[in-house]
């Protein structure tokens, strides 16, 4: 799907055609689009691949006078039970009149600018609408991050109650969200320091400003992800840890019961031969007693040993 906006008065507004300055967002298109974007355009193929794949990493690309710029996204989708994260590229051309955006799948940064949410955005100013897409995009990750660490809180304080396998794999699919915001926030990084080293931006000193912000807030992503992840990745292995200790208590207290209880086996086995030599063998009580004594004695042996 293709759609045109402008800004107006401050507003974003939804257009019926496309005029330069516009801002073109195209979000999942058809092979008749793609055909579209391509003549009408005048982008290279090339690109256009990179911008349909959704493996692509964030990169910066200037070939005839068109700049392409791929920034990882963060995605966020709700089951039932669980929120999982996961990044997408956002593909932005910039061509000598408009700046275009395509999208495989539906985004929160680019439905808020097209809802006007984003009041700093101009379409007629390429260079800042470009970076208050970008700064948009680390403050998303700043969001979904501030989600995910209450999140594990709320699993932590709920296994330390009761150990549950749904708890556990929930934690792991935090784990590797917080992976997969570390690989795009770095790449991000590297693609934002080449792209503002660029001459093809021409920034203006609130532009310089915006960059500054921008990196700010990457920075910062990077360092809050990296910390979320070793916390989430010592918390795994300290559970880890109290699940194998667990067992070996649990192994520990059945290994100890199965010997006391083995033992009225024994005696009443030895009772039970034909033989005449065993003590008060005429009292038919006697290996019940005996039974009941030496499973005691058993009992006060492990106990003082810590084995029950």
């Excluded at 392409?68 to 051309?93: H, R």
């Excluded at 991000?188 to 915006?210: G, H, I, Q, Y």
């Excluded at 059945?254 to 003590?279: C, D, F």
Aim: a neutral charge; charged letters at 25%.
């Amino acid at each position: 799907m293709i759609s045109y906006y402008k800004t107006s008065d401050g507003l974003m507004q939804k257009q019926d055609f496309c005029e330069p300055g516009y801002w073109v967002s195209c979000i999942g298109p058809s092979e008749q689009e793609i055909k579209f974007l391509t003549e009408k355009f005048y982008l290279e193929p090339n690109f256009l691949k990179s911008a349909l794949d959704e493996d692509e990493s964030s990169r910066v690309d200037v070939e005839d006078g068109i700049v392409l710029i791929v920034i990882d996204t963060p995605i966020a989708i709700k089951s039932e039970k669980n929120m999982t994260y996961y990044t997408i590229p956002i593909s932005i051309f910039l061509t000598k009149e408009n700046v275009i955006t395509i999208s495989l799948k539906n985004s929160e940064i680019i439905n808020s600018f097209a809802a006007g949410r984003i009041k700093k955005a101009n379409t007629f100013d390429k260079t800042n609408f470009i970076l208050n897409i970008i700064l948009h995009t680390a403050g998303k990750y700043l969001r979904y991050l501030n989600q995910i660490i209450k999140t594990s809180d709320r699993i932590e304080r709920s296994l330390r109650k009761s150990m549950k396998n749904r708890k556990l794999i929930q934690l792991l699919e935090i784990e590797k969200s917080l992976v997969y915001f570390s690989s795009s926030l770095k790449t991000t990084k590297v693609t934002l320091e080449k792209l503002f080293r660029a001459k093809f931006l021409n920034p203006d000193e609130s532009d310089k400003d915006l960059m500054d912000d921008v990196l700010i807030e990457i920075k910062q992503a990077i360092e809050m992800t990296e910390t979320y992840l070793n916390i989430i990745a010592g918390t795994m292995e300290a559970f880890a840890s109290i699940i194998s200790n667990n067992l070996n208590i649990v192994m520990k207290i059945l290994a100890s019961l199965t010997l006391i209880i083995s033992i009225p086996t024994v005696v009443s086995g030895i009772y039970g031969m034909n033989t005449l030599n065993l003590p008060m063998i005429e009292h038919w009580w006697f290996p019940l007693v005996l039974s009941a004594i030496l499973m005691y004695v058993a009992f006060i042996i492990l106990k003082k040993k810590d084995m029950i």
